[in-house]
């Protein structure tokens, strides 16, 4: 009876381990699949997102309504941190070949998991134009609240002359931000994100700035 037991015992023990085995190499195979068709779609919603990060959604509707083209150019962005490279996917945008700003996507450890975003700026790096969450795991209802348009809003028009910081209560400060209740952690590692985005890229796209 006991070696029934062991025998029975082991042989179901085998079939949970090939079960994992088996969706493990599912899983897999599913994210080597659809992985290049996400990474396409993210660029995709990048490039769209481009205009709406430099004018807002208002006047980034009136161009496309008028037909005025905003021409999107990406390049990529090195930037040397402590022996290491560190590369940013920057998009410049211009209309009737003017400088209208730049949009840099990024990313940062959330709350849950990464977060991806893009984060636009005025063409001297003076101030944030708009911020766009790409890709978030944060706690539903919670952290994810990241990506609604009120909370997001308030990054439009803030000063880089300073870091960011997310506060609870009442933002008073400049560079305050209301952090979401409940969700420091994940309003924080946004402003995170865009300080550590804002440190590194203000030089070198200034500097192209003054070449174009």
Request: glycine share 8%; with cysteine; proline share 3%.
């Amino acid at each position: 009876m006991t070696e029934h037991v062991k025998s029975n015992f082991f042989s179901q023990a085998w079939l949970v381990l090939l079960l994992a085995v088996c969706f493990g190499a599912l899983l897999a195979a599913v994210q080597i699949t659809l992985g290049p068709t996400i990474e396409a779609n993210k660029i995709n919603e990048t490039l769209q997102k481009v205009p709406e990060m430099i004018f807002g959604a208002a006047r980034a509707e009136e161009l496309a309504a008028n037909q005025q083209t905003v021409d999107v150019s990406p390049l990529s962005v090195e930037v040397d941190k402590a022996g290491k490279t560190v590369r940013y996917s920057v998009y410049e945008a211009k209309t009737g070949g003017q400088l209208d700003g730049w949009v840099a996507k990024t990313a940062g450890q959330g709350y849950a998991d990464k977060i991806e975003m893009l984060i636009g700026f005025d063409p001297m790096m003076d101030k944030i134009t708009g911020i766009f969450i790409l890709d978030q795991k944060e706690t539903p209802g919670l952290g994810n609240k990241i990506v609604t348009d009120e909370w997001r809003s308030q990054f439009i028009g803030k000063s880089t002359d300073q870091p960011l910081a997310a506060v609870k209560g009442n933002a008073k400060a400049g560079n305050e931000i209301d952090a979401i209740t409940g969700a420091t952690i994940s309003s924080k590692s946004v402003t995170d994100i865009i300080n550590t985005a804002v440190k590194d890229l203000r030089n070198p796209l200034i500097e192209k700035a003054k070449g174009n």
